[in-house]
């Protein structure tokens, strides 16, 4: 056997079990028949990243959501983004876990597509009912328009979640510059999870105020687990700087639901639905 065969052999022993028992690519996965006509604004196919060998543990799951660029009825379209973060938690070591991305669709009965609480609530009752979750670590995080997203869902039911990361995202219904109506609920319900949001200083997408302002508003509300990491060369693409930082996978997957229950204040109206960005 030649030396370099002998050390190549040796690098292959000792990989990360998380490097070795990951699928490449994802699973295409449809909501059930009788979910579908639920969903206002979801395509009923979404994304799902697992280990390649089956197993009876019950593993993390991370939700991400996309931004605006990738709405519409092509779920390969967004792929990208979540193929980072499965090969980030392999590169890191944060395995075996699983990954689910659905796909906003661009638009629904003459309404422009958004993500909405009510949707996401649905294809979450889907993921438990069919994966093997550990309830007390799912994680949301998201991107633009998908931080938008992970900051109202986890507004409106902080209960699910051990953690959310929104990146580059908005706090308001109707685009990056506003601000919901909600705010206030938001913050108090906020205050519940650990938050660690990431923006960028050069951002002219999204102001990054946006996520100072609502990070303030959660510590002032009494959040003891929320902090906000701020970019300063960076525009609104940040999130390829973040999604390939180890300190996003290890805060992340550090964190772990209380088992007691969360008691929310319920946000009234339309703020719970999530604008373009």
């Known amino acids: 056997m030649k030396p370099s065969f002998r050390v190549l052999l040796s690098s292959l022993l000792i990989l990360p079990a998380a490097l070795v028992a990951q699928n490449d690519a994802p699973v295409v996965h449809t909501l059930a028949p009788a979910l579908q006509p639920k969903v206002q604004f979801l395509n009923?196919?979404?994304?799902?990243?697992?280990?390649?060998?089956?197993?009876?543990?019950?593993?993390?799951?991370?939700?991400?959501?996309?931004?605006?660029?990738?709405?519409?009825?092509?779920?390969?379209?967004?792929?990208?983004?979540?193929?980072?973060?499965?090969?980030?938690?392999?590169?890191?070591?944060?395995?075996?876990?699983?990954?689910?991305?659905?796909?906003?669709?661009?638009?629904?009965?003459?309404?422009?597509?958004?993500?909405?609480?009510?949707?996401?609530?649905l294809l979450l009752e889907q993921l438990k009912a069919t994966l093997p979750v550990d309830e007390r670590r799912i994680y949301l995080t998201g991107i633009s328009m998908g931080g938008y997203g992970t900051w109202a869902w986890a507004a409106h039911?902080?209960?699910?979640?051990?953690?959310?990361?929104?990146?580059?995202?908005?706090?308001?219904?109707?685009?990056?510059?506003?601000?919901?109506?909600?705010?206030?609920?938001?913050?108090?319900?906020?205050?519940?999870?650990?938050?660690?949001?990431f923006v960028g200083a050069l951002d002219k997408t999204v102001p990054p105020e946006r996520s100072e302002r609502m990070i303030a508003a959660i510590k002032k509300a009494g959040g003891k687990e929320a902090k906000l990491k701020v970019y300063p060369d960076e525009a609104h693409g940040a999130g390829r700087v973040v999604v390939a930082d180890a300190?996003?996978?290890?805060?992340?997957?550090?964190?772990?639901?209380?088992?007691?229950?969360?008691?929310?204040?319920?946000?009234?109206?339309?703020?719970?639905?999530?604008?373009?960005?």
């Open 247 to 277: 300190e996003y996978y290890d805060w992340i997957f550090a964190q772990k639901r209380a088992p007691s229950p969360r008691t929310m204040v319920p946000a009234e109206g339309p703020g719970t639905k999530q604008g373009n960005h």
């Open 157 to 197: 039911d902080p209960q699910h979640f051990a953690a959310i990361a929104p990146i580059v995202g908005g706090i308001g219904r109707e685009g990056p510059k506003d601000v919901t109506p909600d705010f206030d609920q938001w913050a108090r319900n906020l205050a519940m999870l650990p938050v660690y949001a």
């Open 44 to 121: 009923p196919e979404y994304l799902v990243y697992a280990p390649s060998e089956s197993s009876n543990a019950k593993l993390p799951l991370l939700i991400f959501l996309h931004g605006a660029g990738g709405v519409g009825q092509d779920i390969q379209q967004i792929k990208g983004r979540p193929s980072d973060i499965w090969r980030g938690i392999a590169k890191f070591a944060k395995g075996p876990s699983i990954v689910v991305a659905p796909q906003c669709l661009k638009s629904a009965k003459g309404e422009r597509g958004i993500w909405t609480a009510e949707d996401l609530n």
